[in-house]
């Protein structure tokens, strides 16, 4: 297991560095100049000068990646151009939310995929089959902006059961002031006992969550139904019928186990694609997260505030599939020799 840790870490470091490196090369191919976009368009040549020798760029490119690779392992991710802030400040207050939105998001689509996949699984080709691959079907075609709107419209305008927009009403802002601990809103209130903002989040994650799970579920139920009908059709599961298992038993005891190896390699692609498909939900909803930080960004063209983010996103995507992998080789001992 020590070896396979080590070689898992080598491959995650690999990756990282070349992520940093790639990040590098689009803050200086993207066009503008950073130093008017800091000192502004109306800057003297002297202060343009100075914003450029700030940000270090009149110097040699070898040289400024040095000082980019040393700064992000120092902890400096860069001054935002737009706020004027650490870069890393920044995404210290808008990451909480984003993760607050896919995790909830991912809970549910895994709470809601295998079940479904291994339901699809028992009753193969029957009416449940059916219905599962039809649904996850749609759940993995419909365009997430159209669903968004879907939902905003039916349960937000028709029905007014839900709220459509923000992470929770800020009117209880004055009525219930929050204490900030962790930044996640919902966990804050939860151990604070702050009640309304924890029910009115609770209420505006709804939709979003919703929005953001339907891809993951419909994935995770194909995967897990295609690797229980395989593993299923193992000698093991028919020496298992032979001694009198049942069906359900052959999947949910024996076949379920070896079978989740595919389905957690999924999940960690699943999380990164959520993080950024959650940028456009952000947009739609007006989620105070990762998303509405990017797309400020992008508009006012704040390089470091991009790669920051980008940066974020990959190690966010590395660490997933670093964790899923121990967690396989925990699960099973045959992956730790691949």
Do not use: C
């Not at 992008?298 to 599939?321: E, Q, S």
């Amino acid at each position: 297991m020590s070896r396979y840790l080590i070689r898992r870490l080598g491959q995650a470091a690999l990756v990282v560095a070349g992520v940093v490196v790639l990040t590098f090369v689009i803050m200086r191919l993207v066009p503008g100049d950073p130093a008017v976009a800091y000192a502004g368009p109306r800057a003297s040549p002297a202060e343009l000068a100075a914003a450029r020798r700030q940000f270090g760029l009149d110097d040699p490119l070898p040289v400024q990646l040095w000082t980019y690779v040393r700064d992000l392992l120092g902890g400096d991710w860069g001054i935002s151009l737009h706020t004027r802030q650490p870069v890393r400040d920044d995404l210290f207050q808008a990451f909480p939310a984003s993760l607050e939105l896919v995790g909830a998001a991912l809970l549910l689509a895994v709470v809601a995929g295998i079940p479904l996949g291994v339901a699809a699984a028992r009753y193969k080709g029957r009416l449940p089959d059916l219905s599962v691959r039809l649904s996850s079907m749609l759940a993995v075609s419909v365009p997430v902006f159209w669903l968004a709107l879907a939902l905003q419209t039916v349960f937000g305008s028709v029905l007014r059961w839900l709220p459509v927009a923000g992470e929770y009403d800020t009117n209880l802002d004055t009525t219930s002031p929050l204490h900030v601990y962790t930044n996640i809103t919902a966990v804050d209130a939860l151990f604070t006992g702050n009640w309304p903002i924890l029910g009115s989040t609770l209420a505006h994650l709804v939709l979003p969550t919703l929005v953001i799970a339907a891809y993951p579920a419909g994935v995770i139920a194909q995967m897990t139904r295609a690797a229980l009908i395989e593993e299923s059709a193992r000698d093991h599961a028919r020496l298992e019928r032979a001694l009198g298992f049942g069906e359900t038993a052959v999947l949910a005891r024996f076949a379920l186990r070896p079978a989740l190896n595919p389905v957690l390699s999924l999940v960690a692609l699943v999380f990164a694609y959520s993080i950024v498909n959650g940028f456009l939900v952000e947009a739609v909803f007006n989620w105070p997260g990762l998303g509405r930080y990017a797309a400020d960004s992008i508009r006012t063209l704040d390089t470091p505030a991009v790669a920051g983010v980008t940066l974020l996103v990959a190690l966010l995507y590395v660490l997933a599939n670093l964790a899923v992998d121990l967690l396989q080789g925990v699960i099973d001992p045959r992956v730790r020799t691949r």
